[in-house]
């Protein structure tokens, strides 16, 4: 429904409706949370006719690119001046992680977790960053603020958890693991851990 609404739209109608943007950026975030990010780079091109040079969608289209494995089509999207809130540098750690160059990754990520030091996604990036250039103690300690800020969400669980058994923390993550309930997630993680340990 959202999506009729929006297409239906004149592009001269974005001017006089301002909430347009908005209905727009959800949508396509949307797209990205459904995994449909070929529905997403859609949406955007259609927006930035409407809006074009809109910092935000070029963001987004950076990582909708990296979501189809288009890492060098991600790369020649020109990024916009840093945000307040560290979202380029996020994208830039995204980008630089999709070529599994880690350290350099854990910096960027580590500029974004300082610019929004209460949203748990920039530290779990980190901590996941830190973990697979190997430096597991720092990682755990990322993925406890992120886990501390954002209890519910389960990348974060799963990260934290992943870390602890590379870590060979095994009572903690075994009791994290029996709070998360979910059988089928520790064949996950055995199998993610034994892939890093092997360089994969």
């Known amino acids: 429904m959202l999506a009729a609404m929006l297409m239906a739209a004149a ?6 409706a301002p909430d347009t943007r908005g209905l727009y950026l959800q949508l396509i975030h949307q797209a990205r949370a459904d ?4 529905a997403a780079l859609a949406y955007l091109d259609d927006f930035e006719r ?10 987004l289209r950076v990582n909708s690119l990296i979501d189809l494995g288009q890492i060098d089509a991600a790369e020649v999207v020109v990024l916009p001046p840093e945000t307040a809130g560290g ?6 750690g995204h ?23 209460a ?19 720092a990682a755990i300690e990322a993925l406890r603020g992120a886990s501390d800020l954002g209890p519910q969400l389960a990348v ?24 998360a309930g979910d059988g089928a997630l520790r064949q996950k993680l055995a199998a993610e851990a034994a892939r890093i340990g092997k360089g994969g």
Do not use: F, H
């Open 11 to 16: 592009p001269g109608e974005a001017e006089e």
């Open 35 to 38: 995994g449909r990010p070929r």
């Open 119 to 137: 949203d748990p996604l920039p530290r779990n990036a980190l901590g996941y960053a830190l973990l697979r250039a190997g430096r597991v103690g």
């Open 50 to 59: 409407r809006y074009p040079g809109d910092a935000e969608a070029r963001l």
């Open 95 to 117: 980008l630089l992680a999709a070529r599994g160059r880690w350290d350099e990754a854990a910096a960027w990520y580590e500029r974004a977790s300082r610019a929004s030091p």
């Open 87 to 92: 979202g380029v540098s996020a994208v830039r």
């Open 156 to 179: 974060v669980r799963n990260n934290l958890l992943l870390a602890l058994i590379i870590g060979g923390r095994r009572d903690e993550a075994e009791a994290g693991l029996r709070r």
